[in-house]
Every structure is written in structure tokens, then in C-alpha cells.
């Protein structure tokens, strides 16, 4: 069974860089074909996929929020991260991150969420 874990700060100041941890377990990010995303509910919103790291490394990301988010990995922890820069509160949200084959957005695995705020 894989299993998705996020972890990191739920306040954070606007201007400063969100930082966020996915860990996976029961599976490794490097299996084939399948791509690494995370994904955001504001509140009151519908869900963002944010981006997404492949199994060989390779990102992408929603064109939107491109200039400002960085997803990477660490493979010998079996886990993958997101930073924002420069937050406002527009991104406070409930960040996910989830597993699918593909892109298109049929994830597979979830974690449970983690809220994000932004205020000072």
C-alpha cells in the first residue's frame, strides 16, 4: 500500500517561501511512468494542481504559478518537495500531494493534506 505524507510549517509570512515535504512509503517515487504531483484547495475553491516531479526527475508546472514554485526530490528518502516564494495570502490552502501514472490528473495515491496559512 503506498502511502503519502505531508510535513512543514502551517503559518507562514507573506513575502517568505512556503516549504513543504511529501514522503512516500510502500512504494518509491522512482518507479516507472508514474509522475509525483502537488495540488492546492483554497478555501472556498476548487482544487489547483500546482506541479509535478517524474520518476526520472523531470517537473512540470502549472503555467500560472511556474515563475514562483520549485518542486525536487530526494530519492534516498523516498520523498519530494514544494516551495513557493515570495507568498501572499492568496496561497493559504490545504497543499496535497498525490501519485498517479501520467498526467492527467487520475492520482492514484493522496496524502491527507496539510493547511497553509499566510498572515503576519
Known amino acids: 500500500q503506498v502511502l503519502l505524507q505531508e510535513s512543514g510549517p502551517g503559518l507562514v509570512k507573506p513575502s517568505q517561501t512556503l516549504s513543504l515535504t511529501c514522503t512516500v512509503s510502500?512504494?518509491?517515487?522512482?518507479?516507472?511512468?508514474?509522475?509525483w504531483s502537488w495540488i492546492r484547495q483554497p478555501p472556498g475553491k476548487g482544487l489547483e494542481w500546482m506541479g509535478a516531479?517524474?520518476?526520472?526527475?523531470?517537473?512540470y508546472y502549472s503555467p500560472s504559478l511556474n515563475s514562483r514554485t520549485t518542486i525536487s526530490r530526494d530519492t534516498s528518502k523516498n520523498q519530494f518537495t514544494l516551495q513557493v516564494t515570495r507568498v501572499t495570502r492568496e496561497d493559504t490552502a490545504v497543499y496535497y500531494c498525490?501519485?498517479?501514472?501520467?498526467?492527467?490528473?487520475?492520482?492514484?495515491?493522496w496524502g491527507q493534506g496539510t493547511q497553509v496559512t499566510v498572515s503576519s
Open positions: 498525490a501519485g498517479e501514472i501520467g498526467l492527467g490528473a487520475q492520482w492514484d495515491y
Open positions: 516531479i517524474s520518476y526520472s526527475g523531470t517537473t
Open positions: 510502500g512504494g518509491s517515487i522512482t518507479t516507472i511512468y508514474y509522475n
